[in-house]
């Protein structure tokens, strides 16, 4: 048995508050990781800053080396355990910037930085889309990342699944418009996670944040699913909060022997076209 703990955070991210939602992030490590041990903790996209800065995005981007992944990777050493969470970053030329996330582990250093790959329309206005779909090995296994409109495209979870991973973690600004019916969004939210994990048998650990900014409602719902797709522990209310589930990732490697949903031995082809997405 590979049995680890997972976290998955529901925060209402201040806009263009950096320290303050860091700061916030950091309570969230310290009541999660005093209440038990705890091997992984996720946050939604974009943590850091909120989701609506438009041009101001610019200002709040950081390097990979830079003072918010310092202060979290600091944060995962005090309680040995990995973190993945949202941020604007930055190469050396300063106007490109991507929606990215970063994962740090227990021993204090980045471990990786995934870029989104699918940027809904206005992110493309701000953004510059990622190109990779890496796998992280960790202490406990291997772990995909994707953000939020990601998790609509099933051939980057698969692409992730082929290339080992045993466990998705999603980090998400799922949300509608003020005019917009909200159950169809849940819907699609709870779907799309569910049947991402059933169709890759793999666990999804799956961070949405919660609250208003100028065009958009977000609302939570924050969850881990299995790899046959149940729901393991969840957040259904719009509170701020955190859900932690108990999962074992041998279930991972069992329930593909028996559906035989991952074949590693693909032609080719077939994965050239998978990661093209």
Known sequence: MQEIAVAVVQMYPQLGKVEDNLIAMGKYIDQICTEQKVDLIVFPELATTGYELGLRFTDVAERPSGHVVNMLAQRAADYSTHIVFGLVTKEKVESTIYNAAILVGPDGEMLGEYR?????????????????????????????????????????????????????????????????????????????????????????????????????????????????????????????????????????????????????????????????Y
Not at 116 to 122: D, F, N, Q, S, V
Not at 239 to 259: F, P
């Open 116 to 276: 989104k790959l699918h940027l809904p329309g206005e992110e493309r206005l701000a953004f510059r889309p990622g190109y990779r779909l890496p796998v992280f090995e960790t202490t406990f296994g291997q772990i995909g990342i994707l953000i939020g409109w990601d998790l609509a495209f099933p051939e980057a979870a698969r692409s992730l699944a082929l290339d080992g991973a045993e466990l998705l973690c999603v980090c998400a600004n799922w949300g509608h418009s003020p005019a917009q019916e909200q159950t169809r969004f849940v819907e699609e939210w709870r779907t799309y996670a569910q049947a991402r994990a059933s169709e890759n048998a793999f666990y999804v650990a799956a961070s949405n944040r919660i609250g208003e900014e100028y065009s958009y409602h977000f609302f939570g719902d924050s969850m881990v699913v299995g790899p046959r797709g149940g729901v393991y522990a969840s957040i259904e209310e719009e509170i701020e909060g955190y859900a932690i589930a108990r999962i074992d990732l041998d279930t991972v490697r069992k329930t593909r022997e028996e559906l035989q949903l991952i074949q590693f031995r693909v032609p080719q082809a077939y994965r050239a076209i998978v990661r093209r």
